[in-house]
Nanobody, 128 residues
């Protein structure tokens, strides 16, 4: 059974750093788009970073230059390195995967997207 499991969330002070991980298992192929989304209570879930299986990456402008998305060599573990964290980064962070386009990420920024696979989420809280 295909699944995603996030880890690494927690509480950190403004300006601090955290590293999130997402372990993917049960997939027939690692040629999939993987992404990080986040959601604040009362708001829709939105994508912040994408990773194509070819190595391509892209970011929402709200995290550009502060967050880095990456994968391990086997491409089954996704990471999100978060630096210079701000209070507005506080959210539930989700890992997502899309296997439909042979590893190419197809996503409209600012939307919930159409990713079929989701992890349960990990909470990140940034406080002063």
């Amino acid at each position: 059974q295909a699944q995603l499991v996030e880890s690494g969330g927690g509480s950190v002070q403004t300006g601090g750093s955290l590293r999130l991980s997402c372990s993917a298992s049960g997939y027939k192929s690692n040629r999939m788009c993987m992404a990080w989304f986040r959601q604040v209570p009362g708001n829709a879930r939105e994508g912040i970073a994408l990773s194509g299986s070819s190595g391509s990456t892209s970011y929402d402008e709200s995290v550009q230059g502060r967050f880095t998305i990456s994968r391990d060599v086997a491409k089954t573990t996704l990471y999100l390195e978060m630096k210079s964290l701000k209070a507005e980064d506080t959210a539930m962070y989700y890992c997502a995967a899309d296997t439909r386009f042979d590893g190419v990420c197809v996503y409209r920024w600012g939307t919930e997207g159409t990713f079929a696979y989701w992890g349960p989420g990990t909470q990140v809280t940034v406080s002063s």
